[in-house]
Each structure stands twice: as C-alpha cells, then as structure tokens.
C-alpha cells in the first residue's frame, strides 16, 4: 500500500479532492435549491431526485467545461509558443530544434495529438453537459412564468448560456496567465512546476 501511494500519491490526493469537493457541491447545491424552491411555493426535493436535476448538471457541466478547456489549450499554445524566463515554457532560443522534432516524432498524428485530442472531447462532452442541464433548468424556469419550452438552439441562442460559459473561461485564462508570469520571478522548493531556486529569472524551463 505504502508502495501503490509512494507512486501515484499525487493522482490519488488529487481524485480524493475531487470527489470530496463535488460532494460538498452537491450537497450545498441541493440546500440552496430547495430553498429557493421553498422562497417561490414550491415543493422541495429529495436529494436523489436534485442528483439529477438540471441545476447540479448545468453546474457541474458549466465548470468542468472550463477546466478542460483551460488544460486543452495550455497544452497546444505551449507546443508553438514561448515565455522567456518562464518554468511553463519552452524555451524560444530552442524553436527551431522543437519544431525540427515535431517532424520526426515517430507514430501516427492520431498519436502524437492524443493528449490535446482527448481534452477537446472531454471539453465537449462537459459542453454538452452543461448545455442539456441549463436547458432543463431554463426550461423550468420559463414554465413557471407560463412560457413554452425553449429548444436547444434558443438556449445556446440566450445570452444566459453563455455569461455562465464566459465568466469561467476568463478565469481559466487568468489562471494560466499567473502560473506562466509568476514562474518566472517566483520559486517553490521541490515543485516541478517551478524552476530550481538557484535559476535566473530569464532561465526558461523546459
């Protein structure tokens, strides 16, 4: 045991967080749900029936769309772009030699693209995630005050649908913004994420 966590210690920390957090969203989320359904007359629901409800799936979508659209494209500007100084970075005196390897690289696109590939469908999937919770949600909320249902395309048409996309796609790039700058000037003993504590801010990482 002691072995198994010595060697995936960081991927197991990192599923118990999730985990732990989505529960604590789920629970939090059914609370306030129910009271605003409390606020409006109406019937409160059990917490399975919430599970699977569009207010915890439009929620969970809306973030988790966001999150891999945030590592999807870390991963593809960091393979043709730089930043001097910094440990996210390739460093740009090197471009020709990247792109040089960039050709060579033996195995099929589909493999040498894999990583980037399988973030764009998991970015879709939590897009698609998101869109059909928000609808059921929206859907919801325009019975309540006697309009039809919406379809698809008239949620995506709705400007609601995408203030919630937006306002977590600039984080997600703030986010990124951050680590890339502040690694240049900062240091964190033992982090892979940063440069050694001896280097030189105009030091690139590779």
């Not at 409390?38 to 029936?49: H, M, N, V």
């Not at 910094?86 to 990247?98: H, T």
Request: charged share 20%; hydrophobic share 40%; proline share 2%.
């Amino acid at each position: 045991m002691k072995r198994i966590f010595k060697n995936n210690g960081l991927s197991i920390v990192l599923l118990v967080c999730f985990l732990a957090f989505w529960a604590a969203q789920a629970v939090s989320g059914f609370k306030v749900h129910n009271q605003d359904q409390i606020l409006y007359g109406r019937s409160p629901l059990e917490f399975l029936d919430y599970l699977r409800s569009g207010h915890f799936w439009q929620a969970t979508g809306e973030n988790w769309e966001s999150e891999f659209l945030q590592m999807g494209a870390y991963v593809i500007l960091t393979t043709y772009l730089y930043q001097r100084g910094s440990a996210e970075s390739n460093d740009p005196n090197r471009a020709g030699e990247f792109e040089r390897e960039r050709k060579k690289k033996p195995g099929s696109w589909l493999y040498r693209n894999s990583l980037s590939l399988a973030f764009l469908v998991l970015f879709l999937l939590s897009f698609t995630m998101h869109a059909a919770g928000g609808l059921v949600e929206f859907n919801e909320e325009r019975s309540e005050h006697g309009q039809s249902a919406a379809t698809l395309g008239e949620f995506l048409g709705d400007p609601e649908f995408w203030f919630q996309s937006f306002q977590n796609w600039q984080s997600e790039f703030l986010a990124v913004l951050s680590i890339v700058v502040l690694t240049i000037f900062l240091r964190q003993n033992g982090s892979p994420e940063s440069k050694k504590v001896g280097a030189t801010n105009s030091e690139t990482g590779d």
